[in-house]
Protein backbone atom coordinates (compact mmCIF):
# COMPACT_ATOMS: atom_id res chain seq x y z
CA UNK A 1 0.00 0.00 0.00
CA UNK A 2 1.03 3.76 -0.51
CA UNK A 3 0.14 7.21 -0.32
CA UNK A 4 0.80 9.83 -2.96
CA UNK A 5 0.39 12.94 -1.53
CA UNK A 6 -0.19 15.64 -4.04
CA UNK A 7 2.09 19.13 -3.61
CA UNK A 8 0.60 22.39 -4.44
CA UNK A 9 2.45 25.80 -3.09
CA UNK A 10 5.96 26.64 -3.98
CA UNK A 11 8.08 26.80 -0.89
CA UNK A 12 10.15 30.04 -0.85
CA UNK A 13 12.45 29.68 1.93
CA UNK A 14 15.21 26.54 1.86
CA UNK A 15 15.48 24.81 4.95
CA UNK A 16 19.33 24.10 4.90
CA UNK A 17 20.06 21.15 7.21
CA UNK A 18 21.18 20.99 10.64
CA UNK A 19 24.69 18.87 11.31
CA UNK A 20 25.74 16.74 14.24
CA UNK A 21 28.65 14.33 14.76
CA UNK A 22 28.79 12.12 12.03
CA UNK A 23 30.52 11.05 8.51
CA UNK A 24 28.60 10.65 4.93
CA UNK A 25 30.20 7.92 3.46
CA UNK A 26 30.31 7.43 -0.89
CA UNK A 27 31.69 5.43 -3.83
CA UNK A 28 31.24 4.11 -6.73
CA UNK A 29 29.96 1.32 -8.70
CA UNK A 30 31.57 -0.49 -11.64
CA UNK A 31 35.07 0.45 -10.96
CA UNK A 32 37.75 0.99 -7.94
CA UNK A 33 37.96 4.34 -8.08
CA UNK A 34 38.44 5.89 -4.08
CA UNK A 35 35.78 6.23 -1.54
CA UNK A 36 35.22 9.63 -0.24
CA UNK A 37 33.98 10.76 3.17
CA UNK A 38 33.14 14.24 4.37
CA UNK A 39 32.12 15.94 7.73
CA UNK A 40 29.97 18.23 5.86
CA UNK A 41 31.68 20.74 7.46
CA UNK A 42 30.14 24.40 5.36
CA UNK A 43 27.93 22.34 4.38
CA UNK A 44 26.71 23.03 1.33
CA UNK A 45 30.56 23.87 -0.11
CA UNK A 46 31.88 20.34 1.39
CA UNK A 47 35.40 19.20 1.47
CA UNK A 48 36.01 15.07 0.54
CA UNK A 49 38.48 13.36 1.72
CA UNK A 50 39.55 10.00 -0.17
CA UNK A 51 39.84 6.70 1.09
CA UNK A 52 40.57 2.99 0.27
CA UNK A 53 39.68 1.78 -3.34
CA UNK A 54 37.08 -0.39 -3.48
CA UNK A 55 34.09 -1.44 -5.66
CA UNK A 56 30.75 0.04 -3.98
CA UNK A 57 26.74 -0.81 -5.22
CA UNK A 58 25.56 -0.11 -1.73
CA UNK A 59 26.25 0.50 1.42
CA UNK A 60 24.67 0.90 4.91
CA UNK A 61 26.26 2.20 8.21
CA UNK A 62 25.98 -0.12 11.67
CA UNK A 63 25.85 1.69 14.62
CA UNK A 64 29.44 0.72 15.73
CA UNK A 65 30.83 2.89 13.00
CA UNK A 66 31.44 -0.18 10.55
CA UNK A 67 30.10 -0.24 6.76
CA UNK A 68 28.69 -2.80 5.01
CA UNK A 69 29.20 -3.22 1.71
CA UNK A 70 28.13 -4.83 -1.64
CA UNK A 71 29.62 -5.23 -5.16
CA UNK A 72 28.98 -7.49 -7.84
CA UNK A 73 26.69 -7.63 -10.67
CA UNK A 74 23.31 -10.22 -9.85
CA UNK A 75 25.70 -12.30 -7.71
CA UNK A 76 26.21 -9.96 -4.75
CA UNK A 77 29.19 -10.29 -2.18
CA UNK A 78 28.47 -8.43 1.21
CA UNK A 79 31.98 -7.08 2.76
CA UNK A 80 32.05 -5.03 6.13
CA UNK A 81 34.90 -1.98 6.30
CA UNK A 82 35.82 -0.55 9.44
CA UNK A 83 36.83 2.87 8.30
CA UNK A 84 40.05 2.98 9.90
CA UNK A 85 42.26 2.19 6.95
CA UNK A 86 41.83 -1.58 6.76
CA UNK A 87 40.83 -3.39 3.63
CA UNK A 88 36.56 -4.49 3.55
CA UNK A 89 36.39 -8.32 4.73
CA UNK A 90 34.04 -10.65 2.81
CA UNK A 91 31.59 -11.61 4.78
CA UNK A 92 29.02 -13.83 2.57
CA UNK A 93 27.99 -13.96 -1.23
CA UNK A 94 23.54 -12.95 -0.15
CA UNK A 95 21.39 -15.09 -1.92
CA UNK A 96 19.71 -12.83 -4.02
CA UNK A 97 20.92 -9.49 -6.11
CA UNK A 98 20.55 -6.27 -3.86
CA UNK A 99 20.94 -2.61 -5.23
CA UNK A 100 20.21 -0.42 -1.74
CA UNK A 101 21.20 -1.08 1.82
CA UNK A 102 19.86 -0.03 4.90
CA UNK A 103 20.95 -0.76 8.56
CA UNK A 104 18.00 -0.49 10.97
CA UNK A 105 16.51 -2.26 14.00
CA UNK A 106 20.04 -4.28 14.28
CA UNK A 107 18.72 -5.90 10.94
CA UNK A 108 20.46 -5.37 7.40
CA UNK A 109 18.38 -4.52 4.65
CA UNK A 110 18.30 -4.20 0.82
CA UNK A 111 16.41 -3.99 -2.02
CA UNK A 112 15.87 -6.89 -5.25
CA UNK A 113 15.15 -6.36 -8.54
CA UNK A 114 15.78 -9.29 -9.86
CA UNK A 115 14.50 -12.03 -7.31
CA UNK A 116 10.81 -13.32 -7.35
CA UNK A 117 9.53 -11.53 -5.81
CA UNK A 118 11.02 -8.20 -5.57
CA UNK A 119 10.87 -5.59 -3.02
CA UNK A 120 13.01 -4.96 0.72
CA UNK A 121 14.37 -7.76 1.99
CA UNK A 122 15.94 -8.78 5.50
CA UNK A 123 19.83 -10.10 5.14
CA UNK A 124 21.80 -12.25 7.48
CA UNK A 125 25.27 -11.59 6.87
CA UNK A 126 26.94 -14.15 7.93
CA UNK A 127 25.05 -16.30 5.64
CA UNK A 128 23.89 -13.85 3.07
CA UNK A 129 20.48 -15.93 3.62
CA UNK A 130 17.60 -13.27 2.36
CA UNK A 131 14.18 -13.07 3.50
CA UNK A 132 11.49 -10.77 2.01
CA UNK A 133 10.69 -8.21 4.78
CA UNK A 134 8.32 -5.40 2.65
CA UNK A 135 6.80 -5.98 -0.45
CA UNK A 136 7.06 -2.71 -1.93
CA UNK A 137 6.81 -4.22 -5.95
CA UNK A 138 3.41 -5.62 -5.84
CA UNK A 139 0.79 -3.29 -7.50
CA UNK A 140 2.97 -0.73 -7.69
CA UNK A 141 5.94 -1.58 -9.90
CA UNK A 142 8.09 0.60 -7.33
CA UNK A 143 12.28 -0.25 -7.18
CA UNK A 144 14.11 1.07 -4.44
CA UNK A 145 17.92 0.90 -6.06
CA UNK A 146 18.16 3.99 -3.18
CA UNK A 147 17.53 3.22 0.77
CA UNK A 148 18.83 3.60 4.07
CA UNK A 149 17.45 3.38 7.41
CA UNK A 150 16.23 7.16 9.78
CA UNK A 151 16.57 6.26 12.81
CA UNK A 152 14.55 9.37 14.04
CA UNK A 153 11.08 8.07 13.28
CA UNK A 154 11.89 4.64 12.55
CA UNK A 155 11.21 4.56 9.42
CA UNK A 156 13.03 3.11 5.77
CA UNK A 157 13.46 5.90 3.05
CA UNK A 158 13.69 4.74 -0.84
CA UNK A 159 14.18 7.02 -4.09
CA UNK A 160 12.54 5.54 -7.05
CA UNK A 161 13.63 4.98 -10.46
CA UNK A 162 10.43 3.32 -11.78
CA UNK A 163 6.60 4.22 -10.90
CA UNK A 164 6.38 7.47 -9.49
CA UNK A 165 10.08 8.76 -8.88
CA UNK A 166 10.37 10.27 -5.68
CA UNK A 167 11.41 9.81 -2.16
CA UNK A 168 9.37 7.64 -0.07
CA UNK A 169 8.86 6.81 3.42
CA UNK A 170 8.45 3.22 3.85
CA UNK A 171 6.86 1.50 7.40
CA UNK A 172 8.83 -1.48 7.87
CA UNK A 173 5.82 -3.34 9.54
CA UNK A 174 3.36 -2.61 7.28
CA UNK A 175 4.44 -1.62 4.36
CA UNK A 176 3.42 1.35 3.86
CA UNK A 177 4.64 4.17 1.75
CA UNK A 178 4.12 8.04 1.53
CA UNK A 179 5.46 9.95 -1.08
CA UNK A 180 7.57 12.35 0.92
CA UNK A 181 8.74 14.85 -2.20
CA UNK A 182 8.95 14.93 -5.86
CA UNK A 183 12.56 14.11 -7.55
CA UNK A 184 15.79 16.18 -6.94
CA UNK A 185 15.91 18.87 -9.75
CA UNK A 186 18.48 17.22 -11.96
CA UNK A 187 17.54 16.26 -15.57
CA UNK A 188 17.29 12.81 -15.72
CA UNK A 189 16.48 12.72 -11.99
CA UNK A 190 17.92 8.96 -10.96
CA UNK A 191 19.94 8.30 -8.05
CA UNK A 192 20.90 5.52 -6.67
CA UNK A 193 23.76 6.25 -3.43
CA UNK A 194 21.74 7.67 -0.68
CA UNK A 195 22.15 7.89 2.79
CA UNK A 196 20.08 8.98 5.92
CA UNK A 197 22.07 11.09 8.63
CA UNK A 198 20.54 13.59 11.31
CA UNK A 199 17.55 13.51 9.95
CA UNK A 200 18.45 14.32 6.36
CA UNK A 201 18.54 12.57 3.24
CA UNK A 202 21.69 12.55 1.21
CA UNK A 203 21.59 11.62 -3.02
CA UNK A 204 23.67 11.65 -5.75
CA UNK A 205 22.56 11.72 -9.17
CA UNK A 206 23.02 9.20 -11.47
CA UNK A 207 22.44 8.47 -15.21
CA UNK A 208 23.00 10.90 -17.97
CA UNK A 209 23.39 13.61 -15.16
CA UNK A 210 27.21 13.34 -14.42
CA UNK A 211 28.54 16.33 -12.93
CA UNK A 212 25.53 17.92 -11.39
CA UNK A 213 25.54 18.72 -7.46
CA UNK A 214 24.45 16.18 -4.90
CA UNK A 215 20.96 16.87 -3.17
CA UNK A 216 20.24 16.56 0.32
CA UNK A 217 16.31 16.77 2.07
CA UNK A 218 16.01 17.89 5.19
CA UNK A 219 13.13 15.23 6.67
CA UNK A 220 11.73 18.08 9.48
CA UNK A 221 9.73 19.95 6.50
CA UNK A 222 7.94 17.14 6.10
CA UNK A 223 6.10 16.49 2.82
CA UNK A 224 6.48 18.94 0.14
CA UNK A 225 9.63 20.84 1.36
CA UNK A 226 12.83 21.40 -0.83
CA UNK A 227 16.22 20.00 -2.22
CA UNK A 228 19.32 21.26 -1.50
CA UNK A 229 22.52 21.15 -3.69
CA UNK A 230 25.79 20.23 -1.74
CA UNK A 231 29.58 19.54 -3.40
CA UNK A 232 29.33 16.46 -5.80
CA UNK A 233 32.64 14.21 -4.59
CA UNK A 234 33.13 11.95 -8.18
CA UNK A 235 31.96 15.39 -10.97
CA UNK A 236 34.03 13.20 -13.53
CA UNK A 237 32.35 10.12 -12.97
CA UNK A 238 28.34 8.67 -13.08
CA UNK A 239 27.70 8.88 -9.80
CA UNK A 240 25.98 5.28 -9.65
CA UNK A 241 27.31 3.32 -6.38
CA UNK A 242 26.31 3.00 -2.47
CA UNK A 243 26.24 6.01 0.37
CA UNK A 244 26.33 5.40 4.21
CA UNK A 245 25.86 8.31 7.12
CA UNK A 246 28.68 7.08 9.58
CA UNK A 247 27.52 8.21 13.32
CA UNK A 248 30.42 9.28 15.50
CA UNK A 249 32.83 8.04 13.43
CA UNK A 250 35.79 9.83 15.74
CA UNK A 251 35.33 7.44 18.72
CA UNK A 252 36.82 4.17 16.50
CA UNK A 253 40.31 4.68 17.63
CA UNK A 254 42.28 3.40 13.98
CA UNK A 255 44.61 0.29 15.29
CA UNK A 256 41.14 -1.36 16.77
CA UNK A 257 40.80 -3.05 13.93
CA UNK A 258 36.90 -4.13 12.81
CA UNK A 259 34.95 -3.18 16.56
CA UNK A 260 33.19 -5.98 18.53
CA UNK A 261 29.66 -4.67 20.04
CA UNK A 262 30.09 -3.15 23.72
CA UNK A 263 27.02 -4.33 25.06
CA UNK A 264 26.65 -7.64 26.41
CA UNK A 265 24.22 -8.93 23.91
CA UNK A 266 22.39 -8.00 21.11
CA UNK A 267 19.24 -9.20 19.68
CA UNK A 268 18.03 -9.87 16.01
CA UNK A 269 15.45 -9.59 13.55
CA UNK A 270 12.83 -11.56 13.75
CA UNK A 271 12.46 -14.20 10.00
CA UNK A 272 10.26 -14.30 8.46
CA UNK A 273 8.60 -11.01 9.46
CA UNK A 274 5.74 -10.47 8.75
CA UNK A 275 5.07 -14.91 9.89
CA UNK A 276 2.67 -17.08 9.80
CA UNK A 277 2.36 -19.15 11.52
CA UNK A 278 5.79 -19.82 13.28
CA UNK A 279 8.60 -16.69 13.32
CA UNK A 280 12.75 -17.39 14.73
CA UNK A 281 13.91 -15.36 16.68
CA UNK A 282 17.98 -15.48 17.14
CA UNK A 283 19.80 -13.16 19.51
CA UNK A 284 23.35 -13.16 21.09
CA UNK A 285 25.33 -13.16 24.43
CA UNK A 286 29.06 -12.08 23.84
CA UNK A 287 29.37 -13.04 27.98
CA UNK A 288 27.39 -15.64 29.88
CA UNK A 289 24.65 -14.07 31.42
CA UNK A 290 20.76 -14.80 32.42
CA UNK A 291 17.96 -14.87 29.62
CA UNK A 292 14.80 -13.42 29.22
CA UNK A 293 12.96 -13.39 26.21
CA UNK A 294 9.23 -12.77 26.22
CA UNK A 295 6.55 -11.37 23.76
CA UNK A 296 4.30 -8.95 24.54
CA UNK A 297 1.50 -7.52 22.41
CA UNK A 298 1.03 -3.68 22.00
CA UNK A 299 -0.80 -2.93 24.92
CA UNK A 300 2.16 -3.83 26.50
CA UNK A 301 0.78 -7.04 28.00
CA UNK A 302 3.15 -10.03 28.53
CA UNK A 303 2.01 -13.13 25.54
CA UNK A 304 4.20 -15.49 25.93
CA UNK A 305 7.83 -16.62 27.42
CA UNK A 306 10.81 -18.13 25.16
CA UNK A 307 13.39 -18.19 27.45
CA UNK A 308 12.64 -17.76 31.05
CA UNK A 309 15.99 -16.08 32.75
CA UNK A 310 18.16 -19.39 33.20
CA UNK A 311 21.51 -18.90 32.67
CA UNK A 312 23.58 -19.33 29.40
CA UNK A 313 27.15 -19.47 27.68
CA UNK A 314 28.20 -17.08 25.33
CA UNK A 315 27.41 -17.84 21.73
CA UNK A 316 24.56 -17.63 19.21
CA UNK A 317 20.92 -19.16 20.05
CA UNK A 318 17.71 -18.92 18.40
CA UNK A 319 13.86 -19.98 19.59
CA UNK A 320 10.72 -20.34 17.36
CA UNK A 321 7.75 -18.39 18.09
CA UNK A 322 4.45 -20.49 16.91
CA UNK A 323 2.03 -17.54 16.95
CA UNK A 324 0.59 -18.55 20.53
CA UNK A 325 0.44 -17.86 24.07
CA UNK A 326 1.92 -19.29 27.27
CA UNK A 327 -2.17 -20.73 27.64
CA UNK A 328 -1.43 -22.26 23.71
CA UNK A 329 -4.17 -20.11 22.62
CA UNK A 330 -3.52 -18.67 19.22
CA UNK A 331 -2.77 -14.80 18.82
CA UNK A 332 -4.68 -12.86 16.06
CA UNK A 333 -2.73 -10.77 13.62
CA UNK A 334 -1.13 -7.75 14.47
CA UNK A 335 2.20 -6.51 15.51
CA UNK A 336 4.24 -7.31 18.73
CA UNK A 337 7.21 -6.84 20.35
CA UNK A 338 9.86 -9.84 21.79
CA UNK A 339 12.28 -8.51 24.29
CA UNK A 340 15.36 -9.57 25.46
CA UNK A 341 16.72 -9.07 29.03
CA UNK A 342 20.37 -10.08 30.00
CA UNK A 343 21.35 -8.39 33.46
CA UNK A 344 20.26 -4.60 33.11
CA UNK A 345 20.85 -4.98 29.18
CA UNK A 346 17.31 -4.81 27.52
CA UNK A 347 16.46 -4.67 23.75
CA UNK A 348 13.31 -4.79 22.08
CA UNK A 349 12.57 -5.31 18.64
CA UNK A 350 9.17 -5.90 16.51
CA UNK A 351 7.70 -8.44 14.53
CA UNK A 352 4.17 -9.13 12.70
CA UNK A 353 1.82 -11.33 12.55
CA UNK A 354 -0.55 -12.14 10.19
CA UNK A 355 -3.36 -14.62 9.53
Not at 4 to 17: E, G, H, K, N, S
Not at 76 to 102: K, N
Not at 148 to 174: H, K, V
Not at 312 to 317: K, L
Amino acid sequence: MFTRILLTACILTVAIPAFGAGTLFVGLEGNTAATQTSDLDGFPNVQWTSGFSFDVSAAASRPDGQVYLCNGAFTTRLYLADMAGHPPVLQSTISVDISGLAYGRDTLYGYSNYATPKGIYSIDPATGDATLAVDVYTGTGFRFFALDYNPADDLLYGYTEYGNTGLYSINIDSGEMIEIVDPFPASNSSGRAMAVGNNTVYILATRGDDGVDGYSYDLSQGIGGDWVPFTNPYPQYHSTGGAAFIHDLSSAAPDQGLLMPQAPARLMAAQPNPFNPMTKIRYELFEAGAVRLTVYDLAGRQVRTLRDGATEQAGASEVLWDGRSDSGLAMPSGTYLYRLEVGSFVETQRMALVR
